[in-house]
């Protein structure tokens, strides 16, 4: 099985740089992946790391260690509208040419002013 | 926007009912993946198919089904319905990462 440990909550202030950590265990790893989900809707995609190192998006970057099961997300120059969960998912392959994203339980962020 | 749509936004029944959830994945996606997120848990992968074909199951009660159809749509059916499954339910589709429909809510009473 697969298991995904991040953060239950976390606040931090406007303007400020927050990390979320993940750590993950898995077999068949094929990428990490970030979503953002406010409450009641639908997770949008953030970040995808197959290979060791740092993506930046703007203001949002995503580091990946594969050898240390470690991924995080940073956020900076915080923004009000960045209150949100911050998911967590781990692709791997489960067989029969697919892959699955097993999801942590989220990290619920508060920005505040 | 995702380009992913489900419907309906929002269901009320009773338990012991069946309901159908319908999604339309992206234009030119063929895999459907239906999750099911519960107020204290995360997402729950339920079942993957692709070009109509299951892919692969998660942890999905033999009350619940899916089907994807030859326009490659899919139907989540959950059938003796219990409390319990009041949950929020997303459909992704995806050509690498998943992007997802605005879910239903399905309220048991």
């Known amino acids: 099985g697969q298991n995904i440990d991040q953060p239950t909550e976390m606040t931090a202030t406007e303007g400020a740089i927050v990390q979320i950590n993940c750590t993950y265990q898995t077999s068949g790893f094929n990428g990490l992946f970030w979503y953002q989900q406010h409450a009641g809707e639908a997770p949008t995609f953030l970040s995808y790391n197959v290979l060791d190192g740092l993506e930046e998006k703007g203001r949002f970057s995503s580091f990946l260690s594969r050898s240390k099961g470690y991924s995080y997300l940073l956020l900076k120059e915080l923004q009000m509208k960045d209150s949100a969960s911050y998911l967590c998912a781990v692709r791997a392959y489960s067989g029969a040419g697919s892959y699955q994203l097993t999801f942590g339980k989220g990290t619920k962020l508060s920005v505040i002013p | 926007d995702s380009g992913v749509t489900q419907t309906p936004k929002h269901l009320i029944t009773a338990t012991g009912q069946r309901v159908t959830l319908r999604c339309s994945p992206r234009?030119?996606?063929?895999?459907v993946y239906w999750y099911q997120q519960s107020l204290d848990q995360g997402l729950q992968f339920l079942i993957h198919?692709?070009?109509?074909?299951?892919?692969a199951k998660g942890n999905i009660l033999e009350r619940f089904s899916a089907q994807q159809f030859p326009d490659l749509h899919s139907e989540l059916n959950l059938s003796s319905l219990e409390l319990g499954d009041s949950a929020l339910y997303f459909c992704a589709s995806s050509n690498n990462e998943q992007f997802f429909g605005p879910g239903t809510r399905l309220t048991v009473l």
């Open positions: 234009s030119g996606d063929l895999s």
């Open positions: 198919y692709y070009n109509g074909e299951e892919r």
